[in-house]
């Protein structure tokens, strides 16, 4: 590659059909994706080029089309064949898979899709790195905010402005998230993850519900917990839980485990990520080498 060329012009997408430079994929302005948000999404992490926790992710993937009456375009092998063959196309041994859904082409821009549109299946990657050094020894910092978004978050919709909207406020207070909090006061989900809290050894949670997204990963933790006795509990959280937590922590496919050390400037705990995380996040790469083994 050239000094002059672009590292975008070596990646490979997946558009409705083709695999082509990144550069050259091309979506119609009168996709009701680009018009109304009209689309659902899926990110699927890779380790050693296999999809991780595959069967979860294409689990949810098919949950959110129905959910938005998307018809889904391809059967369980063809998507696997797809995001396989958009992986081999790339260098990383880890990367992440971004992959979106939308209604598709309407000429005529109405709210009321037509009848008989075809899907739009659009997918990239990108090498997926370890989580950085520092904020393993010493967490991030979040801000709690009302949370503004939509009543169906349990689908993996691609409107994300109140998301990148509370991102942006959490910034602007000097933390590097936030965790949302509903209009009747209970902890729903960060801005782009789950929320789980240590209180007393044990793992606490909020319900799955139709205002929190089901996380793969999240799922995959409750999984490791269960492997090593350490209790894994459903139930309502509040500010007050989350303030009074020993341990706070955000989970999402590309980044697992998050350890939150301050919130809305207080210390989490003793301001360190905790024991109860420290075990867990070994016990989640120990989960990840068993997975990988079973392809080696």
Same mark, same amino acid.
């Given at each position: 590659m050239s000094q002059n060329e672009s590292p975008v012009m070596q990646q490979i997408v997946y558009l409705n059909g083709e695999y082509l430079p990144m550069a050259d994929s091309k979506i119609s302005t009168q996709d009701r994706g680009f018009l109304f948000g009209d689309g659902i999404y899926? %990110?699927?992490p890779v380790y050693q080029r296999k999809l991780f926790a595959w069967p979860e992710h294409l689990q949810r993937l #098919?949950?959110?089309? /129905?959910a938005v009456s998307i018809p889904n375009p391809l059967t369980d092998e063809e998507w696997l064949d797809l995001l396989t063959g958009l992986v #081999? #196309?790339?260098p990383w041994e880890n990367q992440f898979i971004y992959l979106q859904v939308t209604r598709g082409i309407q000429m005529q821009r109405d709210h009321m899709p037509a009848d008989c549109l075809h899907p739009t299946i659009y997918a990239y990657t990108n090498p997926l790195k370890p989580l950085d050094a520092k904020i393993l020894s010493h967490g991030i910092k979040v801000v709690s905010l009302e949370d503004i978004r939509w009543l169906r978050? *349990?689908? #993996?919709? !691609?409107t994300l402005l109140p998301n990148v909207m509370m991102k942006l406020a959490a910034k602007q207070q000097g933390a590097d998230d936030a965790i949302l909090i509903s209009? *009747?006061?209970? $902890?729903t989900e960060g801005s782009a993850?789950?929320?789980v809290i240590v209180k007393e050894g044990k793992l606490l949670t909020p319900p799955n519900s139709q205002h929190i997204l089901p996380g793969v990963t999240?799922? $995959? !933790? =409750?999984? %490791?917990?269960? /492997?090593?006795?350490?209790?894994? !509990? =459903?139930?309502?959280l509040s500010l007050a839980d989350l303030q009074t937590a020993d341990e706070i922590w955000l989970t999402s496919s590309t980044k697992e485990a998050v350890p939150v050390t301050q919130l809305d400037g207080? =210390? %989490?705990g003793d301001g360190r990520p905790g024991p109860v995380w420290q075990k867990l996040h070994q016990h989640y790469q120990d989960y990840k080498a068993e997975f990988i083994a079973q392809y080696t």
């Open positions: 899926e %990110v699927i #098919k949950n959110s089309l /129905q #081999k #196309k790339h978050c *349990d689908t #993996k919709a !691609i209009r *009747d006061g209970k $902890v993850s789950n929320v999240r799922l $995959v !933790i =409750e999984k %490791v917990a269960n /492997q090593h006795h350490i209790p894994f !509990i =459903e139930r309502e207080k =210390e %989490v």
